[in-house]
């Protein structure tokens, strides 16, 4: 009598994130980068710790809505560096004017001026800062990114997918509550 086994390979392939909830994730990461470097160069220039940024919260948005920036739309200028320059030197300078003017409009407030910097437009931006978000996006789109994406593509295959949904799901509603209170908290 001859039994037929039959082999069961099992599929190691693990379950990826969304583009969204990915998306999501270096947001998360980028903006709390960005009010680390804040909050440093805050510290380094006062000499205490102050609240940086408009969110309650541990987060600087304009730094992650420019890692999506970047991610999304010029991430195919690697290794391009002199467009990757001037590209997004225009297009940062013009989203850091165009949210200026949105927090300005909003909140009667401003969160940067750079009345004193050279060759500026009314203290919303300037030269110097065109030229550092150029710089950033060639070191961003060349080395931050590459490296950040591997190192966590690395973490998450240790980390179950349910868990890695679910967490950034919760951050998600934080996001979106810390975003509401702080719009409401500025408003008044």
């Known amino acids: 009598m001859e039994t037929n086994t039959s082999i069961v390979v099992v599929n190691k392939r693990r379950k990826k994130l969304s583009r969204f909830y990915t998306l999501l994730l270096y947001f998360l990461i980028f903006a709390f980068a960005g009010w680390l470097l804040e909050t440093f160069y805050s510290v380094y220039e006062l000499g205490h710790f102050t609240k940086r940024g408009f969110l309650y919260g541990p987060l600087c948005p304009i730094y992650g809505w420019g890692a999506l920036i970047l991610i999304i739309f010029f991430r195919q200028y690697k290794g391009k560096s002199i467009k990757l320059f001037f590209y997004s030197a225009i297009v940062f300078s013009f989203f850091e004017y165009i949210v200026s003017y949105?927090?300005?409009?909003?909140?009667?407030?401003?969160?940067?001026?750079?009345?004193?910097?050279?060759?500026?437009?009314?203290?919303?931006?300037?030269?110097?800062?065109?030229?550092?978000?150029?710089?950033?996006?060639?070191?961003?789109?060349?080395?931050?990114?590459?490296?950040?994406?591997?190192?966590?593509?690395?973490?998450?295959?240790?980390?179950?997918?349910?868990?890695?949904?679910?967490?950034?799901?919760?951050?998600?509603?934080?996001?979106?509550?810390?975003?509401?209170?702080?719009?409401?908290?500025?408003?008044?």
């Open 102 to 188: 949105g927090m300005d409009a909003l909140f009667a407030a401003k969160w940067w001026d750079y009345s004193a910097e050279f060759f500026n437009l009314n203290g919303r931006i300037s030269i110097f800062y065109s030229f550092v978000w150029g710089i950033s996006a060639i070191l961003f789109i060349n080395h931050i990114y590459p490296f950040f994406k591997k190192k966590l593509n690395i973490i998450l295959l240790k980390i179950p997918y349910t868990f890695q949904l679910h967490t950034l799901q919760i951050l998600g509603i934080i996001l979106i509550a810390d975003t509401i209170l702080s719009f409401i908290r500025n408003l008044i």
